[in-house]
């Protein structure tokens, strides 16, 4: 086998050497239009030329731009083919040749074209409506098949008329709609070579614009700066621009125009008249454009444009004042005077003017279009004054006074006929009224006044007439006086007369209307007057025989009833009235009798209300009527809400009230009130008040001006305030309890006041001073609430439960009563020390405690404070076996007397001859509390004199205490102590001391 194949091989060795072979690769090729290819001819064999021929049969030259030749080595060359088309298409030859021998071998290129999208743009826009042709060119050889597609589905002209596929490929939508918009995919298919491409091509859909105006006709007012607002909106797409135009102009921003972001909406600034008429909104897209009218009203507010004074003489023919108006409806124009008002009714036309005329035909208003007159004829000097013409229409209106003036003669005014009496002064008054001002002269019997050496007439001159003062002193100055005015346009006189009063007539007594110690006198007026006003009535009355009671009671206009009081009751009476005036008195009415009623009980009051600031709080006053002849003692109040039956507890005040406030009231809720008064025969009938609250408030008002409540600054310096009185009030609770502090300080350094180291001293002093005689024990008088007798002075009664809702009355000046503590006899240090008493300490907590301690030797004397005194509580030493302590240290040291001073079972009175005090009434001592009970705290000193000498004489209830042994000397001996104390205080401890 192996060299049968060498032998072949040798065999084809020596053949080829012999002969030239030829061969092309690629043998054959296939090239898409636009591309390039290049074949390679191979020789085997010594070639000497190798060339390539085209399809054409001609040699490819090396220079050919589109086919290129070249020989890289000996045995190959190559042909390449630049940017294929059709017309490179063809057999390509390749030959080799070497002397006479030739060999060739050929290669056939087919040229084909891909496919390619020529034309296929994206997006394409149509307009709706409109036959949309969507181009897509494809070219490819063979030619394609074109297929289109819209949301994932091939079009078919089959189930949808409007779509078809024309034979370039297009798809054509005809009557393109906005749903027709969207995404379509143009594909291109080549079956002979399996080929597919596609373009997506976008098709819009503009719709064209559509507009509508917001308001086709606009009214706006011009000359007061407004503005109109002209709006339009616009639909469509792409979205539509929006301008505007007027008067073929278009409009843009600036100091006139004002237009929004997307110019829908165009604002006219300062409206005036020539800016009315159309204006044309324009939308615009690409689907084209609309526009639209928006008319502009504009109205003008009247405006008088002439109006002027007009002057005159008294009893010309006639005188017309014009006016005249602008505006846009035309104003109706009016005049008025005063009260009157004359206008020319509907709008007048030139054609036929309107007309107004009065009755007496004096006054004539005529009307054309904006011009209107008004004729006053026969002109009189009441027609002077001030003329308002008003123009109206339906937008507004203007107002304008003009002045008429008339001139005429002075006119004399004035009561003819003047009362007075000798030595009581007059004045005439001749009063005048004149244009322009007349001067004035008087006379009496043809002589200019005031005459030579009188005395008694003067004149006084005013811009409005002449007053003459005249003091009659004799028969003779009564009578007539002349009174005459002259100006440029004439003179007028005129006679009055001084004439002599007299008394009033008698006034008659009508009835007499009695009661238990009351009574009402009902009389006629007199029926003379005497000339001069009455100014007053005198009513006299008496028990039958005995003297005239009198009073006066000064004239009101119409008065006709007249109330005696002080009547005693079931007693028979005479009456009489006269009249006083200025001249004197008037004879007496003739007597009448009557007789009053007998005692009973009282009429009802008479309510009146007064709602207070807080609108839920009502005060309650009452005016006294007849008391039926027996003091009131109490006037009774009760009130409940309409609407309930229940009455509210019953409110008792004391006899001399004349009021009540009824608190915490309901809102919006109405009140019936009943006020009875009581007297020893029983109770009156009811004073009826019903009354309704106000609406309960929702806001807080202000208490000025309705602001915004303090500011930042007032609450900062209330706080302040606050803080210092805070200082205040601990360095006062320290100087009282402690006795140190800057107010103990002040004490000790400017009033010589003893500092806290002196205080055991003098504590022993006191004790002392009130243990030697220890046999002796207190004499105590208790007097409970229920045992209080009234005060003898006759002062007002204590408040209870039943008077919640009266005004404290106020107590007799400095009536305090002084108590002091109930002294256990087992107590072998019993030590008391005198302060004032408070008066603010309530008198429903306390039990009045007197008693009267005598000393043998010494004792402090007792110090009265004013009644603004604090009271100081009393507390209890809870050591046993020691007596109690007190700080003596303000009291003044007493010399001690050389004979004791007998005890004294009463308590003192403030004065020897004044009345004496009432004890407080106080509550009984707590079981609960120490059985050594005592009184703490230093007598306090008068605040008026903090640093004066304590040997000033002790004062009880604001009057100087005087001893009956020393009758005035300035040192108190042996003075009887009081003290008063609240012992539901808690008690206290600090060692020996107590503090207060």
């Not at 002397?99 to 709706?128: C, H, L, M, W, Y």
């Not at 300062?270 to 502009?296: F, H, M, Q, R």
């Not at 339906?394 to 003047?418: C, H, N, T």
């Not at 322009?436 to 006379?443: H, L």
Request: charged share 25%; hydrophobic share 35%.
């Amino acid at each position: 086998m192996l060299q049968i194949r060498d032998l072949i091989w040798g065999l084809l060795f020596i053949g080829c050497a012999a002969a030239i072979q030829v061969e092309i690769t690629p043998t054959q090729g296939e090239i898409s239009v636009g591309e390039s290819k290049f074949f390679l001819c191979e020789v085997v064999g010594d070639a000497k030329d190798i060339d390539w021929y085209a399809p054409s049969g001609e040699k490819i030259l090396p220079n050919r731009p589109d086919i290129f030749v070249s020989r890289s080595d000996e045995t190959t060359s190559t042909l390449t083919i630049y940017h294929a088309n059709v017309d490179s298409a063809g057999i390509y030859k390749c030959v080799a040749k070497n002397g006479d021998k030739e060999a060739q071998a050929t290669v056939q290129v087919k040229i084909f074209q891909k496919i390619t999208f020529q034309r296929a743009p994206s997006p394409q826009e149509f307009n709706e409506g409109d036959d949309a042709d969507i181009v897509c060119d494809v070219v490819s050889s063979p030619p394609p098949t074109i297929i289109w597609k819209h949301k994932g589905s091939k079009i078919q002209s089959a189930k949808d008329v409007r779509f078809r596929i024309i034979d370039n490929g297009h798809l054509q939508i005809r009557g393109i709609k906005k749903t027709d918009e969207g995404m379509y995919n143009c594909e291109a298919r080549v079956m002979a070579r399996g080929e597919i491409d596609f373009r997506m091509i976008k098709v819009v859909v503009n719709v064209l614009p559509t507009i509508r105006a917001r308001q086709s006709d606009v009214n706006a007012t011009a000359d007061i700066g407004s503005t109109a607002l002209l709006a339009c909106d616009a639909d469509g797409f792409p979205e539509p621009t929006v301008t505007w135009a007027h008067n073929n102009i278009v409009l843009e921003t600036g100091d006139k125009y004002s237009l929004n972001e997307d110019g829908s909406e165009l604002v006219i600034k300062d409206v005036k008249k020539v800016d009315e008429g159309d204006y044309t909104c324009i939308a615009k897209n690409k689907a084209g454009e609309k526009a639209e009218e928006v008319s502009l009203n504009v109205f003008v507010q009247p405006k008088i444009t002439y109006l002027n004074n007009q002057t005159a003489s008294e009893f010309d023919d006639q005188v017309t004042l014009t006016c005249e108006a602008s505006g846009d409806p035309t104003p109706t124009i009016s005049w008025s005077f005063e009260n009157r008002v004359f206008t020319e009714g509907e709008q007048a036309s030139w054609t036929r003017p309107d007309k107004y005329e009065s009755l007496d035909r004096n006054i004539v208003v005529r009307s054309h279009a904006r011009v209107s007159s008004l004729t006053l004829k026969n002109v009189q000097f009441t027609y002077a004054g001030m003329y308002l013409c008003t123009a109206s229409n339906s937008i507004g209106q203007d107002d304008q006074l003009m002045y008429l003036e008339v001139r005429y003669a002075p006119k004399i005014q004035g009561r003819v006929a003047v009362y007075t009496w000798e030595g009581n002064p007059a004045n005439i008054s001749c009063e005048v009224e004149a244009h322009p001002g007349a001067s004035v002269v008087w006379y009496r019997d043809g002589y200019q006044l005031p005459s030579a050496n009188v005395t008694n007439e003067k004149i006084y001159n005013t811009p409005t007439g002449s007053y003459l003062e005249i003091a009659p002193d004799s028969e003779s100055d009564f009578g007539s006086y002349n009174c005459t005015a002259s100006n440029a346009m004439g003179t007028e006189s005129k006679e009055f007369l001084l004439i002599q009063a007299e008394v009033p007539s008698a006034p008659e007594i009508q009835r007499v209307e009695p009661f238990s110690s009351t009574a009402v006198v009902h009389f006629e007026e007199p029926d003379s007057m005497g000339g001069v006003p009455i100014i007053k009535y005198r009513v006299e009355w008496r028990l039958p025989g005995r003297e005239w009671n009198s009073k006066d009671h000064d004239a009101d206009e119409e008065m006709t009833k007249i109330t005696i009081v002080g009547l005693a009751p079931e007693t028979a009476y005479e009456i009489k009235i006269s009249a006083l005036n200025g001249k004197g008195q008037s004879e007496s009415s003739p007597a009448l009798t009557f007789k009053t009623e007998p005692v009973r009980e009282p009429s009802a009051p008479i309510l009146e209300a007064k709602v207070q600031r807080e609108g839920n709080v009502l005060k309650v006053n009452w005016i006294k009527q007849d008391d039926g002849g027996s003091p009131i003692k109490h006037y009774l109040v009760r009130y409940r809400a309409k609407h309930v039956s229940g009455w509210k507890p019953e409110i008792r005040l004391p006899h001399d009230s004349d009021y009540a406030v009824l608190n915490g009231l309901d809102w919006n809720t109405e009140y019936v009130v009943h006020v009875v008064a009581e007297n020893q025969q029983g109770k009156s009938e009811p004073g009826v008040l019903i009354f309704r609250t106000a609406i309960e408030p929702t806001t807080i008002p202000d208490a000025t001006t309705g602001g915004s409540g303090l500011g930042t600054g007032a609450i900062v310096g209330i706080l302040i305030v606050v803080f210092f009185l805070l200082l205040v009030g601990v360095d006062v609770t320290c100087y009282f309890l402690n006795k140190c502090g800057l107010l103990m300080c002040i004490a000790v350094n400017f009033c010589g006041k003893a500092g806290p180291g002196a205080k055991s001293k003098d504590i022993e002093e006191g004790k002392a001073a009130f243990t030697k005689d220890e046999s002796k024990e207190p004499i105590v008088e208790v007097r409970t609430e229920e045992e209080n007798t009234p005060n003898q002075t006759g002062g007002p009664t204590e408040p209870n439960e039943t008077t919640p809702l009266t005004e404290p009355e106020p107590a007799a000046a400095d009536t305090t009563t002084t108590v002091v503590n109930l002294l256990p006899s087992t107590a072998t240090n019993s030590v008391a020390e005198s302060f004032s008493t408070a008066q603010s300490s309530p008198a429903s907590e306390s039990t009045t405690l007197t008693t009267s301690v005598s000393s043998p030797t010494k004792a402090a004397p007792a110090k009265s404070s004013p009644k603004n005194s604090p009271a100081a509580p009393s507390k209890a030493n809870t050591q046993p076996e020691v007596g109690p302590l007190v700080d003596l240290s303000d009291t003044p040291k007493v010399a001690p007397s050389s004979k004791p001073t007998p005890s004294v079972s009463e308590p003192p009175s403030a004065n020897a001859d004044g009345p004496q005090s009432q004890p407080d009434p106080v509550k009984a001592p707590d079981s609960t509390q120490n059985k050594d009970l005592q009184v703490d705290g230093p007598a306090k000193d008068a605040p008026n004199a903090p640093c004066t000498d304590s040997t000033t004489p002790a004062q009880t209830d604001g009057k100087t205490v005087k001893d009956d042994n020393t009758k005035g000397e300035t040192e108190v001996k042996n003075a009887t102590g009081e003290v008063k104390t609240v012992p539901n205080e808690a008690p206290q401890t600090n060692g020996n001391e107590s503090k207060a």
